[in-house]
């Protein structure tokens, strides 16, 4: 008994937290909106609150993110950011950044690199399929809420033809 008021208590709390701020930071974001519809559609607009943006111009509020990813960030970049990756990390933000050497040398950032190669993987692999797994993982195994069933990224052709 104790341990299912324990779970219904777990839950509840979750469910109290809200949203879980998610920030994307990369070049190569024209797949989120589509992914992010992906994401909603399958597992429901509730769980994520996402931005996304470059590292030209990152969203509003980006840096109260709970969840901060960030794909091929430039070093100059990672120097210009590192005032608000500081506070964001230090506010206890869960930060996976790709490239990881900048990442620590300007924020001091130490990083899981399991799960940093596992997210880059998703976006190595690409398309709004794999960018909604991702969204998935960075939910369940990086934020650690509990969640969708995290499924592995999706092998994308190759090698295509084109035939105008």
Same mark, same amino acid.
Do not use: M
């Given at each position: 008994m104790k341990k299912l008021l324990l779970l219904i208590a777990a839950v509840?709390?979750?469910?109290?937290? !809200?949203?879980?701020?998610?920030?994307?930071?990369?070049?190569?974001?024209?797949? =989120?909106?589509e992914a992010y519809q992906l994401f909603t559609e399958r597992w429901g607009a509730e769980l994520i609150e996402l931005r996304y943006g470059d590292f030209e111009a990152p969203p509003p509020d980006w840096d109260r993110s709970e969840v901060i990813f960030t794909y091929l960030m430039p070093r &100059?970049?990672?120097?210009? #950011?590192?005032?608000?990756?500081?506070?964001?990390?230090a506010r206890g933000a869960k930060v996976?950044?790709?490239?990881?050497?900048?990442?620590?040398?300007?924020?001091? %950032?130490?990083?899981? &690199?399991? #799960? %940093?190669?596992?997210? =880059?993987?998703?976006?190595?692999? !690409?398309?709004? &399929?794999?960018?909604? @797994?991702? %969204?998935?993982? %960075?939910?369940?195994? =990086? *934020?650690? @809420? *509990?969640?969708?069933a995290v499924e592995p990224p999706e092998p994308e052709a190759a090698l295509g033809l084109y035939h105008p």
């Open positions: 509840c709390v979750a469910q109290a937290a !809200g949203p879980l701020r998610i920030t994307v930071l990369t070049r190569l974001n024209q797949a =989120v909106p &100059e970049a990672a120097e210009r #950011l590192a005032p608000q990756f500081q506070a964001a990390i996976l950044a790709h490239w990881p050497e900048p990442a620590q040398r300007f924020w001091g %950032l130490k990083q899981d &690199e399991s #799960l %940093l190669a596992a997210a =880059v993987e998703y976006w190595v692999q !690409g398309g709004s &399929e794999n960018i909604a @797994r991702c %969204l998935a993982f %960075l939910f369940v195994k =990086v *934020a650690g @809420r *509990a969640g969708p």
